[in-house]
């Protein structure tokens, strides 16, 4: 199924690890088959990983972008997962940490990655609650 992507101008993104910008005018490009795309707004850079649930985001972005994921990404990725899961205590968050990584051992990085926002929405929401 065709994946149409609608661009701002000047909207960057990465289409199979290479970063593109779009030109001066809204664009509209409609993919036909299999790739890894991510927006600018869901590319998380590393200087931006400073919370435990971006930490867990980090490394499923980078096996999603990556042609063959590499095991060290993985291994990152279960080590920040179970450090996340064990600060935890809401049933609720827990079972989505759980499909994030239920998701990433199937090999379904972008789904995980629309999950893992999720949990950064709830540790934002619980810092801005401490401060």
């Known amino acids: 199924m065709p994946l149409k992507l609608s661009l701002k101008p000047g909207e960057k993104f990465v289409l199979n690890g290479a970063v593109m910008q779009n030109g001066d005018r809204r664009a509209t490009l409609v993919l036909q ?11 998380m850079h590393e200087q931006d990983v400073t919370t435990p649930a971006r930490r867990v985001y980090f490394p499923i972005m980078v096996m999603y972008l990556s042609a063959k994921p590499d095991d060290k990404v993985y291994d990152e990725f279960v080590l920040r997962m179970t450090e996340f899961m064990n600060a935890i205590s809401s049933s609720d968050v827990l079972q989505q940490c759980v499909s994030v990584s239920r998701d990433v051992m199937a090999g379904e990085y972008y789904k995980a990655l629309i999950r893992c926002r999720k949990l950064i929405d709830y540790e934002d929401e619980r810092l801005k609650s401490v401060s």
Not at 34 to 43: G, M, P, Y
Request: proline share 0%.
């Open 33 to 43: 088959n299999k790739a890894s795309v991510l927006r600018e707004k869901d590319i």
